[in-house]
């Protein structure tokens, strides 16, 4: 497993401001006029006065060698640029990021998709070497469609970039089979540099997510033990520690759920046993971290 590198600014805080920066690198690379991309697409725009802009097709073969000589260099190294698919409901994220690391010689974002369902077809359609996914997406769960990705290409390298890292995340980031697991609060280029990573072979986990996991005795990376306390609940104990943290009463869990205020305390005493949690407010911190209720 290997820790990505530090650099600045984040991808947060560079997004907005790189977008107009990287559309033009954009297309000057591609000879194309600069114009808006729609929300799911192939990034494939046509231009009345340039030169032949790269098609869908084109996408999905190496990049042609330039004619010039001068660029021959620079040809040979789009001709092994790694094939990129971003999925991703933001659109500003998903575009301003395309556009990032599309200004990289060797990764060639080939289309961007804004739920899981689209992006299963891209994937099937232009058959890429990388997808970063999104978690937190309307539509199809991304676990479910990480599944049928792992399935049905398993060549396909599975990378999860989101801004939460709770513990239901990453042990299911972990069962689906993924390479990485990056944070949103990390710069572009170090997104970039785990993408290479990646594709030689190594595992690639963000800070925040690296520090929940341990190596087992198998050489593999699994969350470390204090951060599966959630797996250790059952699934009544983690529905009244939703309700819990939401404000109710142990009357009113045991009238949302039709069982005894009596059955309500014992599932709270075991709850916070496992947890090693003994105040309610941090119960609802926990719950909230967690992703098991809203703030």
Known sequence: ?????????????????????????????????????????????????????????????????????????????????????????????????????????????????????????????????????????????????????????????????SAHTNDRYIESAIAVGAKGYLSKSQPPREVAESIRLIVAGKTVFCPEVRSRLVDNDKGQLVPAASATRLSSLSPREQEVLRHLAQGLSKRQVARVMHISVKTVGAHTTSLMAKLDIHDRVDLARYAIREGITEA
């Open 1 to 161: 497993m290997v820790a990505p590198p530090t650099f600045s600014p984040t991808l947060a805080s560079t997004l907005a401001s790189s977008h107009s920066h990287s559309e033009r690198a954009l297309h000057s690379r591609l000879g194309t006029s600069a114009h808006a991309q729609p929300d799911s697409a192939p990034f494939a725009s046509p231009s009345p006065s340039g030169p032949t802009p790269r098609t869908a097709s084109d996408a999905l073969s190496p990049r042609a060698l330039p004619k010039d000589d001068s660029l021959a260099q620079e040809g040979r190294a789009f001709a092994q640029a790694i094939r990129v698919i971003l999925i991703d409901d933001h659109a500003l994220v998903r575009e301003s990021l395309a556009q990032r690391l599309l200004a990289e010689d060797d990764l060639d974002v080939v289309a961007t998709a804004a739920d899981a369902d689209t992006g299963l077809a891209h994937i099937h359609e232009y058959q890429p070497d990388v997808v970063l996914m999104d978690i937190d997406m309307p539509g199809q769960d991304c676990f479910e469609a990480a599944s049928r990705l792992r399935r049905e290409y398993p060549t396909v390298h599975l990378v999860f970039l």
